[in-house]
């Protein structure tokens, strides 16, 4: 199979100035007249061939500078469509292709949602609507003319500006739009349909006025108003904090209903997966509230961050999701609470991109080679790369960062660029080195930083050394030294901040330590007591932390550390150490669980922590995480019952402070997703989650909460408690739920996600039955990655039951997916990535099942590569 490599890149021979579009949209074929003014550039051989990509394309009609093209002077096949000797000037190609969007199951170029016609172009949709040279680096404008059925489709949107509307003969209508900032083609997007709107302005900062709307299903438009609510706080916030403003005099935003992915950038017309848009209080959580708060911010940050400077090639994909994922981290920061925003991103990271980098999928922010780009939408390209982004930040300080933020959107406005130059701006503004810096992006693998320390009272030293390991990854047996900002502080036994008189042997700041060799050894002088250190404050680097750090240390650390991210996550690794030790066999450390038990009752006592932290400090390492401490031969029921084990001597004691916080934290205000209310019943969910394991009276305090609820923060939360456990209610509550809320398919999806949650081993039968269910949709993505990608990502003991079933029906669905959407058959196999740590049995049934599925030979090359990373 064809692999591309970054090494390889060369622009195109030819460039594409603009573009005008004439799309006939109508039911069964669509036909789309391109005319393409395109020039050779400079240093290209007279006549050398055009090639441009195409796919599923009919061709009708081919011309150059109107005149019809013979058969001899061009070549069409499967993967597109070459010009054999083109003018060596200026021209404009003109073609006419047919499309059936009705039948595109894959939902990449136009294809039809629930009767909306619509468009996915990112990353290479666009070759499936039109012959183009459909890569990043070709920036052209594009003019779009659009007609069709006026009852059919009486909304006609696409990127820019309208500049012209009117009616035709036998009910037809036309719109035409210009997008007046060059583009790539993946930010093409069109939509026409029978649409409702709610519309709102916003007027910039330099006084323009920006005309907002939502588009949405009929019925739907109320639940638009928290999505318009966060697009004009992210519009404010892109002013205030990197000093960019909105640069068209409309923006739009579509939900669809089957979408890929979350969303998109689209010039001017962002499309929407419907459930990161709608929103109210009865159906959606206070998660998916600020779920669609952070990707509405996301998508118009890309407006800067994506549009107006964008890839040069796929490679540099972190360059626009890296940064974005960063700015609409800082946003969510902004807006609500910092620490805990924080500590959200570290589970997801740790929880998401640090098993990819860990397994046979591992590779780095800007891989150098694929087989397959839709495949390297990853945690590593979007969540470590803003890692890397924020890492860039800590080291260079918020205006250092800033100064060379300005100087990238002032140097780069209008260009495709790489990582390349987005780190030169950094250096050239604040006059620094990065090449050892560059390692983050070019290297996969997380890094496991070791630290240990002593103390000698009578000399009073403080000694530190610390070193850094990267194991080998696929294709990457050697690694550098990387450059890792290690925030700290040392903290005195009375619990205050300490300081030191002088320090040698390493680069250390006031509060960070710049790690930059394989080892380092700093002595602090001065240093009146043994101090505890706190390492990697605010996790200021995305490594593995060890330490030499006590149980009595961490819980200290828990009690005094001014770091709320530390707090967190001392009281995690002293979690963490138990269930490893219990799943090790060692015999219980009862002072320890008895210490973490009082511990977290000081955190649910303590007035001056947030209820959001808390909830989030409430709680053990997952199961996940544990394994991946362990590391190899992992047994994830023995994970399981260790985990629960320990839930229960840990929280079992507090149960009845637990239930009075629980009943405190009541409220009869009217829901709104406030920062206040968000953590009030994330704590108190959280709660009554933890009585669901430890307390008997739990379960029927689930089921009492499930049938009481007046939103669906709390219905749910009762839900999944009881669901996951598959407590004696489970069945019934599941039954109450899918009945009062039938005809809402996003809340199907919550159904559907609990189901294939459970943790009982009746699980797999039940999701079989509702999978074959005749009436399951069985292309819609968010339907299929509700019940199967929430098995295969969420039931980490189920998946991999031993008897290999659960591995078996996750690969037969991939099949059977693979063959209408290759994107969502190849997501769902990544599952799997965690199969070599497995112990033998489980290892060797998830091989065979692995193996089985590449008999396969009409795979995708979607999934057939995921598959052969996988298999190594
Ligand atoms: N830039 C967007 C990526 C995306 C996408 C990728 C593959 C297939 C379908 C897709 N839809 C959207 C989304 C983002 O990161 O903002
Ligand atoms: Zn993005």
Redesign the pocket.
């Known amino acids: 199979e064809h692999t591309i490599y970054l090494k390889d890149y060369a622009p195109t021979p030819y460039r594409i100035v603009s573009v005008d579009l004439d799309f006939k949209i109508a039911p069964d074929t669509t036909r789309v007249r391109a005319q393409l003014t395109i020039e050779p550039r400079e240093g290209t051989e007279p006549g050398a061939p055009l090639a441009l990509d195409g796919e599923e394309l009919k061709l009708e009609e081919i011309a150059i500078d109107g005149a019809p093209l013979v058969l001899s002077a061009y070549a069409a096949d499967a993967t597109g469509l070459t010009v054999i000797a083109p003018p060596a000037r200026r021209f404009v190609l003109e073609t006419l292709v047919s499309i059936t969007p009705e039948t595109n199951t894959k939902l990449?170029g136009l294809y039809r949602s629930s009767d909306v016609w619509c468009t996915?172009c990112?990353?290479e949709g666009f070759r499936r609507i039109t012959y183009y040279l459909d890569r990043p680096d070709v920036l052209a404008t594009f003019k779009v003319r659009m007609t069709a059925d006026e009852t059919l489709a009486p909304v006609l949107l696409a990127n820019g500006n309208l500049v012209a509307r009117g009616s035709l003969d036998n009910g037809q209508h036309f719109a035409v739009w210009e997008d007046p900032f060059p583009k790539p083609a993946y930010l093409f997007a069109l939509v026409a349909g029978d649409l409702g709107s709610i519309t709102d302005t916003y007027t910039t900062g330099s006084g323009r006025k920006v005309d907002l709307a939502i588009y949405c299903a009929h019925g739907k438009e109320e639940q638009c108003a928290w999505a318009m609510d966060s697009l004009k706080r992210s519009m404010a916030w892109d002013e205030k904090r990197f000093g960019r403003e909105y640069d068209l005099d409309v923006f739009n935003i579509v939900a669809v209903s089957d979408?890929?992915?979350?969303?998109?950038?689209n010039k001017g017309l962002n499309i929407f997966n419907d459930r990161l848009v709608f929103a109210k209080p009865e159906t959606a959580t206070d998660a998916d509230y600020e779920n669609i708060e952070r990707v509405i911010a996301?998508?118009y940050f890309?407006n800067w961050t994506?549009n107006r400077i964008t890839c040069r090639d796929w490679f540099q994909l972190c360059l626009k999701?890296g940064l974005?994922v960063y700015r609409d981290q800082e946003f969510t920061s902004d807006e609500r609470s910092r620490s805990v925003k924080r500590i959200s991103d570290v589970l997801t990271l740790r929880s998401a991109q640090f098993p990819e980098d860990a397994g046979p999928l591992a590779h780095p922010p800007r891989p150098d080679q694929y087989r397959e780009i839709?495949n390297f939408?990853t945690p590593t390209v979007?969540e470590k790369g803003a890692e890397v982004v924020r890492m860039l930040a800590t080291l260079l300080g918020e205006a250092g960062f800033r100064k060379g933020m300005d100087l990238y959107f002032e140097r780069h406005d209008g260009e495709a660029t790489t990582i390349e130059a987005f780190l030169k701006v950094f250096e050239d503004a604040n006059e620094v080195d990065l090449g050892q810096f560059k390692t983050w992006y070019l290297e996969a693998g997380t890094p496991k930083v070791t630290v240990s320390d002593t103390y000698d009272a009578e000399s009073q030293t403080y000694r530190l050394s610390i070193n850094q390991e990267t194991a080998p990854t696929p294709g990457q047996p050697e690694k550098a030294d990387r450059v890792i900002p290690v925030a700290f502080g040392l903290i005195g036994p009375n619990g205050s901040p300490m300081g030191w008189k002088g320090v040698s042997g390493g680069e250390v700041r006031e509060d960070m330590i710049v790690l930059r060799d394989k080892s380092a050894e700093m002595t602090f002088t001065g240093v009146a007591s043994k101090p505890v250190p706190s390492l990697l404050r605010g996790f200021s680097a995305p490594v593995n932390l060890a330490t030499n750090l006590t149980q009595n240390d961490r819980l200290f650390l828990a009690q005094h550390d001014s770091d709320p991210f530390n707090r967190w996550q001392a009281l995690q690794d002293v979690g963490l150490a138990l269930i490893v030790d219990a799943v090790a066999g060692n015999e219980a450390d009862e002072a320890a669980i008895l210490a973490l038990s009082a511990a977290m009752s000081d955190t649910l006592a303590n007035n001056s922590l947030d209820d959001a932290f808390k909830a989030l400090a409430l709680n053990l390492p997952d199961e996940q995480l544990v394994g991946r401490t362990i590391g190899k031969d992992v047994d994830p029921a023995a994970i399981h019952t260790a985990r629960k084990a320990l839930l229960k001597a840990v929280f079992g004691p507090l149960v009845d402070r637990m239930y009075t916080a629980y009943a405190t934290l009541a409220s009869e205000a009217p829901y709104a997703p406030t920062t206040e209310q968000t953590g009030r019943r994330a704590l108190r969910n959280r709660l009554m989650a933890l009585m669901v394991t430890a307390s008997p009276n739990g379960p029927a305090l689930a089921a009492d909460q499930y049938r009481h609820a007046t939103n669906m923060t709390d219905r749910f939360a009762a839900l999944v408690a009881a669901g996951v456990a598959w407590t004696a209610d489970a069945a019934a509550l599941l039954a109450d739920f899918r009945l009062r809320f039938a005809g809402d398919p996003l809340v199907f999806d919550k159904w559907l996600a609990v189901n294939a949650r459970a943790e009982d081993e009746g699980v797999l039968s039940r999701i079989e039955i509702i999978l074959d269910d005749p009436a399951f949709p069985k292309n819609n993505p968010n339907r299929l990655r509700s019940l199967v990608g929430s098995f295969a990502m969420g039931n980490p003991v189920q998946f991999t039951r031993a008897d290999g079933a659960g591995f078996r029906f996750v690969t037969q669905f991939v099949a059977d997916v693979d063959t209408r959407n290759p994107?969502v058959a190849a997501r769902v196999l990544t599952g799997f990535r965690i199969w070599p740590m497995l112990e033998a049995t489980r290892r060797e049934a998830a091989r065979e099942a692995l193996v089985t599925l590449k008999e396969n030979e009409n795979l995708s090359r979607n999934t057939s590569d995921i598959l052969a990373r996988m298999l190594g």
């Not at 979408?259 to 950038?265: I, K, L, S, V, W």
Request: proline share 5%; no cysteine; charged share 20%.
């Open positions: 990449m996915q990112e990353p979408f890929n992915f979350g969303a998109m950038e996301h998508e890309h994506g999701e974005t839709n939408y979007y994107q």
